[in-house]
């Protein structure tokens, strides 16, 4: 298990920090291979594969023996497709993730014999998704980054090959993947691993998306299919729920939870962990044979079921309560839900209202933190803490007195057992124990939906909840945090949820925003916190104490604040006119670029941030040659994603027509999407324009695959402007157009292989 650290906020693993450093110190190490490691690697990934609980002792070793695992292992030696495909499937709670962890295990220790005594490579990669992690953990990007990473950890002389696949493109530091591009990465790798062994473990298929996790398990069909017709070793296990739409034509499927050696594991499992009647009392054995009797009836080989209920009656057991023994056991058939309602019920007769604000607001936090970082259990309790109304410097005090073992049993009793502390080394995090439990807290029959009612948006008053725990600490804290020389002085303070509380107020209040603008329009209430707290902002961006003002513009752009910006817009307004030297106004400068909110929007692919700003500075100044900069820049720096557009209103139109400019003419045409109307007369002008366009600007969106009018050729269409360009002998534009519409080169061969006869030159 490797080494956790906490850098600004973000939980990192020191072994991947280290793979980088590594390269930084051996010279063998290529540049690209540094380059794609850093852009693809990111600090979660392989966290969940370490959290997973391990096998219990004498479990899961049946697996080893199944016909589906050995037909699976024997795929390897066979022609062909059947079996490399093996697929684990089995309802929530069923002990998918511990049986993958066992077989990935059990897959190195052979692989590791092997290549001792073969001299064969084996090489096993792995991805766990994790529905209650961050984005990247619970999506398909993340899924091939983190096989990517591991490839190219094992195997650098990839790297050079790689790179040149891709055409050294990467995404900006921090941006997004591109699915296809990653696909193809995957791709080119595996066909460079001839002579190897490949084994894929992916598991909890049903925490990502449908339609990515469809598209994921056809591309690995493909590459299954491909190394099979190559003779290539590889083969990939797959483990999820049941899904009834998602499937695989060459997949063995293996029912875990209807198995008879499953069965058996849950019955060691309890002999093993059950501690009622482990004396000699006659009456006690008799009791412990009636209760496994009674969970092994009622499981329906839910394993985490059984774990669950064992810890109830064991506390039950320490406690000296026999009789409330029954209490766990009535009625329960497995039911996950049922369960969790019952560990909910547990005790609340004695509850007061602190107690279910308390449960609420824990809920809540682990909910609806940020995605960019964890949430630590000292943390979690102070935002609980804020929530119940207690005064900052009591809070303080608790928090001196309250060890991390008190804090952890007040987590544990407060969430009545849903919420747990993840412990590893060097590292310590909060989250749900299992998603079936995240499942049941935000269903209909959950607290969050039962405390509301029903009828209320749960996210949206889950965000402004937080929003408010915030705030009343930093209201506290203000002038504390301007004396501040570094970040450190605040632990020492008493301070530790500052950190948080300042880097992601803006978050929740985004999600505010962007939830119920109808209800808590964050307009009034962002100029207000603008005035009062910007300066703290600054600080927690630079580590420095305030000098000049800074715009809030950068600070909601830089973590994608779409909502805010919107909300904000009198403000930014107000705020880039003041600023005047241009500097961190949005839009452009006077000596022609652009600022650095701009340049950044467009770098991160921030849409709707790059229609904000573009606004806003058409608003401030109107000049043409201002507009055409803006322009000119988004032609230079835009990279197109699919399903992204950037939209212009139909009052900044005529402005842009009227500059006369055939490039930032062309570019408005290529980036207005075919959702948004405008007149006939708007769209004929702009056409005409686009039509009159130079050969120069046709070519330069062509190759910056920029999603122009004429992209989506016919053949008429494609001939036309040919017949243009060949008119007025622009050769370059003539073998450019011939290799975006057939793929290749050379006028004669392309029309000539398709048409069978000779298509004369315009050369």
């Known amino acids: 298990m490797p080494d956790y650290a906490v850098q600004q906020g973000l939980l990192v693993a020191n072994g991947e920090a280290n793979v980088t450093q590594h390269f930084h110190n051996n010279p063998s190490a290529s540049v690209p291979l540094r380059s794609l490691v850093d852009a693809l690697k990111f600090p979660s990934s ?55 962890k066992f077989a990935i295990g059990q897959t190195r220790e052979r692989a590791a014999e092997r290549d001792t005594n073969q001299g064969a490579r084996d090489l096993i990669l792995t ?31 990839l790297s050079d090959h790689l790179h040149r696949s891709n055409n050294g493109w990467m995404p900006a530091q921090g941006g997004s ?117 009674q969970l092994m009836g009622k499981c329906s080989h839910v394993f985490l079921w059984v774990k669950l209920v064992i810890g109830m009656l064991n506390k ?97 009793s407060t969430s009545r057992g849903l919420v747990e502390v993840v412990h590893g080394v060097g590292y310590e995090f909060i989250q749900f124990i299992h998603e079936s439990a995240r499942e049941f807290v935000m269903s209909a029959d959950g607290p969050l939906k039962q405390r509301t009612g029903g009828e209320e948006d749960i996210v949206f008053l889950g965000h402004l909840r937080l929003k408010e725990c915030c705030e009343s600490l930093l209201e ?68 420095k104490r305030p000098r000049r003002a800074v715009s809030l513009c950068d600070i909601l752009l830089s973590h994608g604040y779409d909502a805010l910006l919107q909300a904000g817009r009198t403000l930014l307004l107000a705020e880039a006119r003041d600023a005047r030297d241009c500097s961190y106004a949005p839009g452009v400068r006077e000596n022609g670029g652009t600022s650095d909110s701009l340049q950044y929007a467009l770098l991160i692919g921030a849409v709707e941030a790059v229609n904000q700003i573009v606004g806003i500075y058409l608003e401030i100044e109107q000049r043409h040659d201002t507009i055409q900069a803006v322009l000119r ?38 980036l207005i999407p075919a959702t948004v109307r405008f007149t006939n007369a708007d769209a004929d002008s702009l056409q005409q324009q686009a039509n009159a366009g130079s050969a120069a600007t046709l070519k330069f969106l062509l190759e910056k695959n920029i999603p122009t009018k004429f992209v989506t050729w016919d053949y008429h269409t494609y001939t036309d402007i040919r017949s243009w360009a060949a008119d007025k002998g622009h050769e370059e534009l003539l073998r450019t157009l011939d290799y975006y519409f057939w793929g290749f080169y050379g006028t004669e061969l392309g029309l000539g292989a398709l048409f069978g006869e000779g298509i004369e030159s315009s050369d």
């Open 46 to 100: 392989g966290l969940r594969e370490h959290a997973v609980e391990a096998a219990s002792g004498g479990t899961c070793e049946w697996f080893l023996e199944s016909d589906a695992y050995q037909d699976w292992v024997a795929s390897e030696e066979v022609e062909g497709f059947a079996n490399r495909l093996l697929w684990i499937v089995g309802k929530a709670g069923s002990g998918k993730s511990t049986l993958m």
């Open 127 to 157: 991805h766990f998704f994790n529905a209650r992690g961050n984005e990247l953990e619970r999506s398909t990007e993340g899924m091939y980054r983190t096989i990517l990473v591991q490839l190219l950890q094992r195997l650098q002389h």
């Open 177 to 293: 993947w591109p699915i296809p591009a990653l696909v193809k990465l995957l791709r080119n790798a595996v066909r460079e691993l001839q002579g190897h062994r490949v084994v894929f473990f992916v598991d909890a298929l049903d925490e990502g998306n449908d339609e990515e996790v469809q598209e994921m398990v056809d591309n690995f069909e493909d590459l299954i299919r491909e190394a099979a017709s190559s003779g290539q070793n590889l083969r990939v296990c797959f483990a999820s729920r049941p899904y009834p739409y998602i499937s695989a034509e060459y997949a063995n499927y293996f029912r875990l939870d209807t198995s008879g050696k499953h069965r058996e594991d849950i019955e060691k499992y309890i002999d093993t962990h059950l501690r009622i009647g482990q004396g000699t009392n006659e009456r006690s054995i008799a009791r412990r044979a009636e209760i496994k009797e």
């Open 316 to 412: 039950e057991y320490r406690a000296g309560r026999p009789h409330h023994y029954d209490k766990w056991l009535a009625g329960q058939h497995g039911d996950l839900n049922q369960l969790y309602a019952n560990m909910l019920e547990r005790g609340t007769e004695a509850d007061d209202e602190e107690d279910d604000q308390a449960r609420l607001l824990c809920f809540q936090w682990v909910l609806y933190k940020t995605d960019d970082r964890f949430l630590f259990p000292r943390e979690l309790w102070w935002g609980v803490q804020l929530g119940l109304g207690k005064e900052v410097d009591e809070i303080r005090d608790l928090n001196e007195e309250a060890d991390d073992a008190i804090v952890e049993r007040y987590i544990q």
């Open 476 to 543: 506290h804290c203000r002038p504390h945090l301007l004396e501040l020389v570094s970040w450190d002085d605040l632990e020492e303070g008493g301070y530790l949820f500052l950190p948080y509380v300042v880097g992601y107020i803006l978050y929740h209040a985004n999600e505010v925003q962007r939830r119920g603008a109808g209800l808590h329009d964050q307009t009034e209430w962002l100029e207000n916190f603008y005035s009062h707290f910007i300066d703290c902002l600054w600080i927690f961006h630079t580590n």
């Open 633 to 670: 820049h988004l032609a230079n720096t835009w990279k197109y994603k699919e399903n992204k557009d950037i939209r212009y209103s139909h009052t900044e139109l005529p402005l842009v027509s009227e500059c006369g400019d055939e490039l930032a003419t062309f570019v408005l045409v290529a």
